[in-house]
C-alpha cells in the first residue's frame, strides 16, 4: 500500500512536470512566433529608452566578485586569476545579445508593432531623450513637494475637521500644552 501511494505521489508529480514543460515550450514556441518587424521594432524602442543598458555593468560585476572569492582563496595566484577570469568574461560577453532578444521579445508581446514605433520616436527625439535624462530629477522634486502638500493638507484637514466637530458639539477647544 505504501509503494502506491509513493507511486501515485510520482505519477502527480510527473503530469505536473510534464504539463510545465508544454507550457514552457509553449511559451518558447510562441517567443519564437513573433514577427521580425516587431521585434526589429522592439529593438528600436529599447535602444532609444536605454533600458537594458544597466545590464551592461552584469558581467564585469559578477567578473570582480568571483576574481575577489578566487584571489582570497588563492592569494599567490593574483596575476593568474586576473588573466583568467578576463579572459572567460571576454568570451562571455558576446551573450549579452542574448539579453538584448529576450528584451525584444518582452516588450514585443508587451506593445504592438505602431506603439512601439511611437515610443522609439519619441524617446529618440531631443524632448525624450531630456525626460529620460532630466525625468528621475524631476520625480525626484515632484515627491518632495508631495510631501509638502500631504502635511499641509493633513495639518488643515485635522484643523477643520476638529473645529467642525466642537461646533457640532458646542464644545469649546482643549488647551494646548
Do not use: C
Not at 502506491?4 to 511559451?27: D, Y
Not at 572567460?88 to 506593445?111: N, Q
Request: charged content about 25%.
Amino acid at each position: 500500500m505504501d509503494f502506491m501511494i509513493r507511486f501515485s505521489g510520482f505519477g502527480r508529480f510527473a503530469s505536473v512536470t510534464v504539463i510545465a514543460g508544454s507550457l514552457f515550450m509553449g511559451v518558447t514556441a510562441h517567443a519564437q512566433e513573433v514577427p521580425a518587424e516587431h521585434v526589429q521594432a522592439a529593438r528600436a524602442a529599447i535602444a532609444a529608452l536605454g533600458v537594458t543598458d544597466r545590464f551592461d555593468a552584469i558581467l564585469p560585476a559578477v567578473s570582480d566578485r568571483l576574481r575577489t572569492q578566487l584571489i582570497q582563496a588563492y592569494p599567490n595566484l593574483e596575476d593568474k586569476i586576473s588573466e583568467t577570469v578576463d579572459a572567460e568574461a571576454l568570451k562571455l560577453a558576446e551573450r549579452r545579445g542574448d539579453l538584448e532578444r529576450e528584451a525584444a521579445l518582452v516588450y514585443a508581446k508587451a506593445f504592438s508593432v505602431e506603439e512601439l514605433n511611437a515610443i522609439a520616436a519619441f524617446y529618440s527625439s531631443d524632448a525624450g531623450k531630456k525626460l529620460l535624462k532630466d525625468g528621475p530629477i524631476a520625480m525626484r522634486e515632484l515627491m518632495k513637494a508631495a510631501d509638502i502638500w500631504t502635511a499641509g493638507i493633513s495639518r488643515d484637514l485635522e484643523k477643520q475637521a476638529n473645529d467642525a466637530m466642537l461646533k457640532e458639539v458646542g464644545a469649546t477647544p482643549a488647551a494646548k500644552p
